[in-house]
């Protein structure tokens, strides 16, 4: 990347963390990544998902780390709840987000300068391939969401089409894996070995990270099964409208092939010269109540999408507190050289 002598003045930038750094080097990492983000915008924010059990060691990055903001989530809430509330309450223009984990492999600067230039997602790729994502891929599909094998926690989002994936229905998958819409255009942007030694170029870590990141594994949001396991359970959820849909158009056709039958069995019993005793009765109760059961089966299943399509989905309230080192009114008045005049008494 070319070295940039002025910062970038018209965009806003907010990366947001959906996990708090766990050791001390990954919160140099993140004190790092900070100032590289100064020197390259302007205007920007960091943002970061913590608990409370994690105050007393967090809370120090407040007086290293300018526009910082610090979330103290419910105590319980899952990574994708996690990952949703910081997205939420993001205000940037473009708006990344990622896990301290992965910030050393990717250039976070040039990710979010491409999403605000090119009006793109712009979503790390990882070189290897994550066994949890192809064995769900075709389910996120059914699901309407984009699943790929090697795509990262990181994510850099425009803020018109991030909004467009809050208000997606199941918005706390959608923000961790893109819904399969036109709107949202998709750029990958590969990983590369190691955190690099200019500061900029992998996300500013400033120092050498050998290796790729893995992908992500366990941590304090819950075991790898279990996440995996919830996984799945979301995206069968989410893929209901369409089986639903396949339910509908089944009950449908059996509806009218019950019709066929008893239509059928009244002309035969009609034109034939002989048939079995009962065997009309028989044919026409088994004709009525498939009939019935297709159209209560067929009423039931576009009733239900119905609903699904009027529902609104809540998590309640996630964020319980916020600490900050933003003051932008103060910031404001020093660069428009803003004089306020102590004990000024303004009443008429």
């Avoid at 509330?85 to 600067?109: K, Y």
């Avoid at 002989?274 to 059961?293: D, E, K, N, R, V």
Wanted: glycine share 10%; aromatic share 6%; charged share 20%.
């Amino acid at each position: 990347m070319m070295p940039v002598t002025r910062p970038r003045e018209h965009v806003l930038v907010t990366l947001a963390l959906s996990d708090a750094p766990s050791d001390e080097a990954q919160r140099q990492i993140v004190r790092d990544l900070a100032s590289t983000l100064a020197r390259h915008f302007r205007y920007w924010e960091l943002l970061i998902a913590c608990e409370g059990s994690d105050r007393a060691v967090l809370e120090p990055l407040l007086s290293g780390i300018p526009n910082l903001r610090m979330l103290w989530l419910r105590p319980g809430a899952s990574f994708y709840q996690r990952r949703y509330a910081v997205a939420q309450a993001a205000i940037g223009d473009v708006v990344v987000l990622s896990a301290p984990e992965e910030l050393p492999h990717l250039d976070i600067v040039a990710m979010a300068g491409s999403a605000a230039d090119k009006a793109v997602l712009v979503i790390g790729e990882h070189r290897g391939s994550n066994p949890a994502g192809s064995a769900v891929e075709a389910l996120g599909r059914s699901a309407g969401l984009r699943i790929a094998p090697h795509d990262m926690l990181t994510v850099a989002f425009p803020r018109g089409l991030l909004d467009i994936v809050i208000a997606h229905p199941d918005h706390l998958l959608a923000t961790r894996f893109v819904p399969v819409d036109p709107r949202l255009p998709v750029q990958l942007y590969p990983c590369r070995e190691g955190g690099g030694r200019d500061g900029a170029g992998r996300g500013g870590a400033g120092r050498e990270s050998a290796g790729l990141p893995p992908f992500r594994g366990g941590s304090h949001t819950g075991p790898k099964l279990l996440r995996r396991l919830h996984i799945l359970h979301r995206l069968m959820i989410g893929a209901a409208p369409r089986v639903l849909t396949l339910t509908a158009l089944i009950a449908l056709v059996t509806t009218v092939g019950a019709l066929a039958f008893s239509i059928y069995s009244v002309v035969a019993w009609l034109t034939l010269a002989h048939t079995q005793p009962g065997w009309l009765t028989t044919s026409l109760a088994i004709g009525g109540t498939s009939t019935f059961l297709g159209l209560a089966v067929f009423g039931l299943s576009i009733g239900l999408q119905r609903l699904l399509e009027l529902s609104v989905q809540g998590d309640g309230e996630l964020v319980m507190d916020e600490s900050g080192s933003v003051e932008l009114f103060g910031k404001v008045r020093e660069e428009l050289n803003v004089e306020t005049a102590a004990g000024s008494d303004h009443s008429a």
